[in-house]
C-alpha cells in the first residue's frame, strides 16, 4: 500500500473559512438565509450547504427580494450592491475577505485621488470575476482590466503617455504579476509616472511554491478542485510544473487505479477552495484500489 498524503497547506483560506463559518452561524438561528452568488468555487460544497438551507442567487434576482437575509461572500461587492440590498430592506451579512476589503479601500483611494487628472487606474485581473467586479466598481467602473500580461500592446484604452497606477485581484499569479509590471516598464513615455502595488494575498501567494515542492516529493499527485476555479487551475499548473503526473479531479469518483499504480508516495492537494473533507473523501477512494 502506498503512502497517502494529504497536503496540510491545502484547503480554505481564511476568507473561505470566515464565509462558511457566518453562514452556518446564521443558519443555525435563521430559517432562511441567501448568498449572493455560489459562496465558494466548489460545487459540492456548495450543495452540502444548500442542504442546510443556503440559497444561491444572481446579482439579477438579488434586485427583486425583499426583507430578508443576504450573505455577501469572501469576493465581496462593489457600492452598488450594498445601495440596492439598503433600498430592499435587506439584512447584509459581510463575509469578505479583509484582504479584498483593505484593497478595495486603497483602490477607492487612489481613485478619488486621481478622478480628475490624466491617471489610469488598471487592475490585473479575470474580467467578469467575482472579486474584480467588486474591486472595478471602487472606481465607478472606470478601472481598466488587463488579463494577460501580453494583452496591454492591443488594448484600445491603455494609453503609455499617461500616467498609470497598477493594482491586482488578490489570487493572481505572482510571477504573471510581475511580467506585467515589466511590460509596462518597457512601453512607458520618459518621464511619465508609473506605480503599482503588490496585492496578491500572501496566503494565495505562499500557496504555489509550497504546492510545487509537494508535488515534487511524490510519485504522483491528485489535484482536487471544482473546474470553475480560478486559483484551482493556477495551482494545477504548479502541480504539473513539479510533477508532470499530476491529475485534475472535481470529486473521488473521478480518480482513476492506472494513475497510482507503481506509486510508493501519492500526494492530495487541492485549492483555497477545496474543502478538506472532499480531499479526505479522494484518499478514501484511493485505498479501495
Request: aromatic share 8%.
Amino acid at each position: 500500500m502506498p503512502l497517502i498524503e494529504i497536503d496540510p497547506h491545502s484547503g480554505f483560506c481564511f476568507g473561505v473559512v470566515n464565509a462558511i463559518n457566518k453562514a452556518e452561524e446564521q443558519l443555525d438561528t435563521a430559517k432562511q438565509l441567501y448568498c449572493l452568488g455560489d459562496i465558494v468555487h466548489n460545487t459540492m460544497e456548495v450543495q452540502r450547504l444548500r442542504e442546510k438551507g443556503l440559497n444561491t442567487l444572481t446579482h439579477n434576482e438579488l434586485q427583486q427580494l425583499r426583507d430578508a437575509r443576504v450573505l455577501f461572500r469572501a469576493h465581496g461587492e462593489p457600492p452598488a450592491t450594498y445601495k440596492l440590498a439598503n433600498n430592499n430592506g435587506l439584512e447584509i451579512i459581510d463575509a469578505t475577505c479583509p484582504v479584498v476589503l483593505h484593497l478595495q479601500k486603497r483602490i477607492k483611494t487612489i481613485y478619488e485621488a486621481n478622478k480628475d487628472n490624466d491617471t489610469q487606474l488598471l487592475i490585473f485581473g479575470k474580467a467578469g470575476h467575482a472579486e474584480v467586479n467588486g474591486l472595478v466598481g471602487q472606481t465607478e467602473g472606470k478601472a481598466i482590466v488587463i488579463e494577460h500580461p501580453e494583452d496591454i500592446d492591443n488594448h484600445p484604452k491603455i494609453d503609455f503617455h499617461r500616467p498609470i497606477v497598477l493594482f491586482s485581484q488578490t489570487t493572481k499569479s505572482q510571477d504573471d504579476y510581475q511580467r506585467l509590471i515589466e511590460a509596462i516598464k518597457k512601453r512607458m513615455e520618459d518621464g511619465i509616472d508609473f506605480e503599482y502595488y503588490n496585492t496578491i494575498c500572501r496566503h494565495f501567494g505562499n500557496r504555489l511554491p509550497e504546492m510545487q515542492q509537494f508535488a515534487a516529493r511524490h510519485d504522483c499527485i491528485i489535484f482536487v478542485s471544482d473546474a470553475k476555479s480560478s486559483n484551482g487551475k493556477a495551482l494545477f499548473q504548479a502541480c504539473r510544473n513539479a510533477n508532470p503526473r499530476s491529475y485534475f479531479v472535481s470529486g473521488p469518483e473521478e480518480v482513476q487505479k492506472s494513475w497510482t499504480e507503481g506509486c510508493e508516495t501519492i500526494g492530495i492537494c487541492g485549492a483555497t477552495s477545496t474543502p478538506n473533507w472532499l480531499m479526505e473523501s479522494v484518499r478514501e477512494r484511493i485505498l479501495t484500489f
